[in-house]
């Protein structure tokens, strides 16, 4: 079956350590993204990427990074930068680089800081 | 810039009744608009989306939505609440481009009681 696999499904994190969130396609879409959801507040965009080796920030990109070595694979780290990173996230994908896309969504992950 | 309103972070219908739940975006040039749904601990899944062309939309589920330019809407209607339709549901636009870099910007989310 084609999709978007996100692990683990619950995170939890120490004050001070970076940890990396996995996002895995297989549907040979070009363009992913990672989004974080608070409650009321919406998905906000962290980052994306439109072809490998390449990504852009989003509206939240502080305190995360990502790299993009594969077509398939889109990880998110969450750096001791980010102050406030309990949320869930969610990584999503879509065919092309245009404005039509619908976007596929993985089933997130719940990250906690303890 | 760019935003997407969604007015009334809960709505409550009992079963059988009318679902509607409202969405307003603004800019001048009338963006892509879409729908997604959220079940608790999940991802999203598209509902319906509009690009082009008619301006009701039938999507997944029973669910429609009617573009209106004039009063820059796109609200997401079910003649027929079912339990299974509680969930979250998201609009979303993306603004009309062809530079090949877009976006998309979500709504706050509007979730959906069904009530027996």
């Known amino acids: 079956d084609g999709g978007i696999t996100q692990s683990p499904k619950y995170l939890f994190r120490k004050e001070g350590q970076n940890v990396t969130l996995s996002c895995e396609q297989n549907?040979?879409?070009?363009?992913m993204y990672w989004y974080r959801q608070d409650p009321g507040q919406g998905l906000r965009l962290i980052y994306y990427?439109?072809?490998?080796?390449?990504?852009q920030k989003g509206d939240i990109a502080e305190g995360y990074s990502v790299s993009r070595e594969k077509k398939e694979s889109f990880p998110l780290t969450v750096t001791s930068a980010q102050k406030n990173p309990t949320a869930f996230y969610l990584c999503?994908?879509?065919?092309?680089?245009?404005?039509?896309?619908?976007?596929?969504f993985g089933p997130g992950t719940r990250l906690t800081v303890l | 810039a760019q935003s997407v309103t969604q007015l009334g972070s809960h709505v409550s219908v009992s079963e059988g009744a009318l679902v509607l739940l409202r969405c307003n975006y603004s800019?001048?040039?009338?963006?892509?608009l879409f729908w997604y749904v959220q079940y608790p601990n999940q991802g999203l899944q598209l509902l319906l989306k509009y690009t082009t062309g008619a301006t009701l939309v039938k999507g997944i589920n029973g669910f429609e939505a009617e573009f209106k330019k004039s009063e820059t809407s796109f609200h997401l209607t079910k003649p027929s609440a079912h339990m299974s339709d509680a969930a979250e549901y998201f609009c979303a636009v993306s603004p009309r481009t062809t530079s090949g870099t877009y976006k998309y910007i979500f709504g706050t989310g509007t979730r959906l009681k069904v009530l027996a």
């Open positions: 800019s001048s040039v009338p963006p892509y």
């Open positions: 999503a994908s879509s065919p092309d680089r245009v404005s039509t896309d619908t976007q596929y």
């Open positions: 549907l040979n879409h070009d363009a």
């Open positions: 990427s439109q072809i490998v080796n390449d990504f």
